[in-house]
């Protein structure tokens, strides 16, 4: 069985340009999560979707991040546009049910470097 | 705030050399503690969860443990094949679906 997959996994982009992330979940899992991990700091959780459905945006930093999940299978996060502060690694997590305890299972991230 | 703090934040140990790594936590609504692997390059790596005090699950040379402060991460005659960063999160009750929080990570490596 295929694991999580991210695209690309690295990018390098300028201040001001625009980035757009992939994620490919473990097919059959609803839930599919997005966090982010910046130098020197903890993974922080972004977003989570069930489904097409946004269920919990808290996490997003700012209106720069705009996450999609079209037809409930893959995701893609957009940052646009990008800063300094963006740069950090950025995981995708699926699980099968959000609701029960079910472990979350990570795809190896994209490494974003804002210049 | 809900708080998960890590200690210590490197740990190097000899082969053979066993030792604990520290994961407490301030939280309300605690719906589980996971313990995760992560190795240079990749994502984390589910190992255990723990759901109440008391709980202990084993696997390998790792044996994790919870009381309702903070869980331990226990490493029994390591192998270099250990050397990872270990996470430890939280998963909370957010409106009946999970959020997960996690720490800092305890950077282990483990000389031959």
């Known amino acids: 069985e295929a694991g999580v997959t991210q695209f690309p996994s690295h990018s390098v982009i300028e201040k001001g340009q625009t980035v757009t992330l992939r994620c490919d979940p473990i097919s059959g899992h609803d839930n599919l999560y997005w966090y982010r991990r910046v130098m020197g700091k903890e993974i922080k959780f972004l977003l989570h979707?069930?489904?097409?459905?946004?269920?919990?945006e808290s996490g997003m930093p700012n209106n720069r991040f705009l996450a999609e999940r079209t037809g409930g299978t893959y995701s893609t996060l957009k940052v646009q546009p990008a800063e300094l502060e963006d740069s950090g690694v950025y995981f995708c997590a699926s699980s099968q049910d959000g609701r029960v305890l079910s472990e979350q299972f990570f795809g190896p991230g994209t490494r974003l470097t804002v210049l | 705030e809900d708080q998960v703090t890590q200690s210590p934040e490197a740990l190097r140990l000899q082969e053979g050399e066993s030792s604990s790594l520290n994961c407490s936590y301030t939280?309300?609504?605690?719906?589980?503690l996971f313990w995760y692997r992560q190795d240079p390059g990749k994502g984390p790596e589910f190992l255990f969860t723990l759901y109440s005090a008391g709980e202990e699950k084993e696997k390998e040379r790792l044996k994790a443990t919870l009381t309702k402060k903070e869980s331990f991460l226990h490493i029994t005659a390591p192998k270099p094949e250990d050397s990872a960063t270990y996470l430890c999160a939280v998963r909370l009750n957010s409106g009946g679906y999970q959020k997960v929080t996690f720490g800092t990570g305890t950077k282990l490596q483990v000389i031959p």
């Open positions: 979707f069930v489904k097409e459905s946004k269920q919990d």
């Open positions: 939280v309300s609504g605690l719906r589980g």
